[in-house]
């Protein structure tokens, strides 16, 4: 558990009995959340609750001590983090109206930028879940086939037109069995939390792959996600509602209640040339998460509505997300308009797309009078040749 | 280990120490074959060989005693049945000729029926892990969103075109790191062996949802597994060069020898009232998986051409496998032209797609003379209402 820039090591916590009264010790003593996501909600409160109470100012003295001598709570910058489960499938949603806009205006310049589907459902597909890498991991600048303008063939060799997606991805809890879909309603019980998500994605490889079966080499390769899963309880004072759909949807789409969340996201980019004359990252996004059109209760009943099993530790992630205004888009393809509008670095450098030694850094963080922040520590990666 | 209608328990032969020197007993004593595909080639034919040695006639005499001893043989009538490995993750392919062609005829008259992309890499897209069922396991009926034709909004509810798709589909091996794809030349030393697979479809709610993005839900909710992966090394015999690749492969796909397989392959439907009348099931397709137009070796090194890992139990399945001749297609929207064509059954009942209480069931097995006939066990489920 993030605390600022420590961690509280709730294995430590476990072992020395102080959750004994809320939880089985070995769902916080595996090596992934995916026990724990399984629990369920009360659980999950539970043990919320009973560490706010031992971390309280004048908390439990016992405590005190024991964290003081087992290292229960140690430097985040000394730590190495991992996955924080072991992902049985990855599915990536679509559901930025900006993005999909944007994305068809780019692609199908004169007709609808929407396809007929987009309003009425979360179009999603699969990701390839054996890919996901945990933030600071290196990602290898991936090889792949890709078709130049007016060429006969396809050429193979790396990406020329590597870009990243800002994306905001969320854990299942206890799943559904096949055959039973998870009601619109019911999402509370089987989401635990989020986290970051960078879809990292081969413009040139997609483009001439996609059809007729959707993205498949131009992104899985990688996909970096935060450490930290920042539990919707937690996130509970940053509620907001989200935008009207327009139609309405169908009836097992239909979520009542306010699901989506004030997330501040921001997109840095660090050169090799930045680094190495000691210039700090270039903001190049700042936007919200809170726009999203399509929420996740809708997202999950969505992806069960067929019979689908989902099961705990599973990550469904947002799509990338763009605002309305022109420094808000979560994507270079955006960003750049497919390239046409480079952007200039502080070092004179122009970027479309990205280029080896790059580093890409997404944060997000929720705050607004009288709550505590709350942040979400980083997803990041630095592009390597392959 | 099948043999006839017999199962070598591998576990007790294990135990009992008849493996010991070959393999690590908690190889073959683990719950799933993970750790076995993990193991690699040289431990996969060393096991096979000593098992050989064990079972033939005349073998050793402290095996036959301690099998009999310990039910290290039981009758595959009597056993349960469970999938061969946990799969990390599951990629689909779109590899024969003949359906790729039969479905561009269906669903775009008049144009190209392949798309350009085709003929240069086998196409394929990542399908859900969570929802891979094996033989015997009844089906759920899908429900999801469907667009009546001509109607401005779409519904809801149960497929009213629920299909299957006839494919075969390899397990990997010990897999490579990210970053470091697996040339095609090392495609054996990879992939362990094959099973059959039905790619259970719900053709309208695809029709609906699949563009931009791909199959989702039309897909998602259940692909049934035989339970016997049948090992590249038992194949051997029944290898055969496949069909002539033009415009030649690019040369991360030129793969060299012959990797296509000579295995039979049928479809057999049993409605409900053939139940009851005790009428056997209509063999409605006969085909063969050595015309497939992309192979094995070829599907492994472009999925990893990218840099993406594969991990022990990944499996990857071929696509439909459709023939030239009117008998040999693998599903239902190429058998009755997209339900033009009904087949009628011998009950006198006619079907386009599926109905609740039918029973489909796919059989593989590979012959010819001079060699041990190999039987593949069958993929087969039953359609349930939802």
Redesign the interface.
């Known amino acids: 558990m993030a605390i600022g820039d420590r961690i509280l090591n709730c294995d430590v916590l476990a072992e020395s009995g102080f959750l004994d009264d809320v939880v089985d010790r070995e769902l916080l003593q595996a090596p992934t959340l995916n026990p724990f996501f399984a629990a369920g909600r009360e659980t999950w409160r539970a043990v919320r609750t009973r560490i706010s109470q031992l971390l309280r100012e004048g908390g439990d003295p016992a405590f005190r001590e024991r964290a003081h001598e087992r290292d229960a709570i140690v430097r985040m910058a000394e730590a190495r983090v991992h996955l924080p489960a072991e992902v049985?499938?990855y599915?990536d949603f679509?559901s930025s109206l900006q993005h999909a806009t944007n994305l068809g205006k780019i692609f199908r310049p004169g007709g609808d930028p929407l396809?007929?589907?987009w309003r009425?459902?979360p179009?999603?597909?699969?990701?390839?879940?054996?890919?996901l890498?945990v933030d600071g991991t290196p990602v290898?600048r991936?090889?792949?086939?890709r078709?130049p303008p007016n060429a006969d063939?396809?050429k193979?060799g790396p990406s020329t037109r590597l870009d990243i997606e800002l994306e905001v991805g969320f854990f299942t809890g206890p799943g559904n069995a096949?055959?039973t879909?998870i009601p619109v309603a019911d999402a509370p019980e089987h989401i635990y939390g989020l986290v970051l998500v960078n879809d990292w994605s081969?413009r040139d490889?997609q483009a001439?792959?996609?059809?007729?079966?959707?993205?498949?080499?131009?992104k899985?390769?990688?996909t970096t996600v935060s450490p930290w899963v920042v539990s919707l309880d937690a996130l509970e004072p940053f509620r907001v509602a989200g935008p009207a759909q327009e139609?309405a949807p169908?009836?097992?789409l239909n979520a009542s209640g306010a699901w989506n969340y004030d997330v501040h996201l921001t997109v840095e980019l660090r050169t090799r040339q930045m680094r190495e004359k000691h210039l700090g990252a270039e903001v190049v996004t700042t936007t919200n998460f809170r726009e999203m059109y399509w929420n996740m209760a809708q997202q999950l009943a969505?992806?069960t509505?067929?019979?689908?099993?989902?099961?705990p530790g599973?990550l469904f992630a947002s799509g990338t997300i763009s605002g309305d205004a022109p420094g808000s888009l979560g994507s270079f393809i955006e960003m750049t308009w497919n390239g046409r509008d480079p952007i200039v670095l502080p070092t004179g450098e122009r970027r479309t797309f990205l280029e080896d030694g790059d580093e890409v850094t997404l944060r997000g963080w929720c705050e607004r009078p009288g709550a505590r922040r709350i942040g979400f520590g980083t997803a990041r990666g630095t592009i390597?040749a392959?």
Chains 1, 2 share one sequence.
């Open positions: 049985g499938d599915v679509y396809m007929p589907n009425w459902m179009i999603g597909y699969h990701g390839r879940a054996g890919t890498v290898h991936p090889s792949g086939q078709r063939a396809p193979f096949i055959g879909p081969a490889v001439w792959e996609y059809q007729p079966l959707g993205p498949f080499l131009g899985s390769f990688a139609p169908l009836p097992y969505h992806a509505a067929n019979g689908a099993a989902a099961r599973d390597v392959q």
